[in-house]
């Protein structure tokens, strides 16, 4: 019910106000706090503090990469890129969990937060500095 609420109410006003780079970059950071959050949590409690805002990235994540993904390919493909988006989506759940299963019986619940960490710092970096370069060269 929150992925609702959060694509619902939240994502079309953030939309509406900030670029889509932006919020991309939102989503990824936030994702990779939840990440080092969750590898150093020790309650179901802290579990519950870190499910409100991983749940809203993921949320603006999917739809922000939706939007621009098919606003990249002409209209009459729309539909095909939105397929090929849902289908990515099913595999990832469908791997995702025997990945996870993996890393928790052999290094610990820790490791799957600090990977998570790590991933999304990476991509956030290289995509902070792309989205530097390309405003440099929108100077010159």
Not at 59 to 74: A, R
Not at 85 to 108: D, H, K
Not at 115 to 129: G, K, P
Request: charged share 10%.
């Amino acid at each position: 019910m929150f992925f609702q609420v959060v694509q619902g109410g939240v994502i079309g006003r953030l939309t509406s106000r900030f670029p889509e780079r932006s919020l991309l970059l939102l989503s990824i950071g936030v994702t990779a706090g939840v990440g080092l959050a969750q590898a150093y949590m020790q309650t179901v409690f802290q579990l519950c503090l870190t499910v409100t805002p991983w749940i809203f990235s993921l949320s603006v994540f999917n739809v922000i990469t939706d939007s621009m993904l098919t606003k990249s390919v002409p209209s009459s493909d729309t539909g095909t890129m939105l397929g090929l988006c849902a289908s990515v989506q099913s595999l990832i759940r469908t791997i995702g969990p025997t990945i996870g299963g993996f890393l928790y019986m052999n290094y610990g619940l820790t490791s799957i937060g600090l990977i998570e960490f790590f991933v999304n710092s990476v991509v956030f970096v290289y995509l902070l500095q792309r989205h530097l370069r390309k405003t440099e060269r929108q100077k010159e």
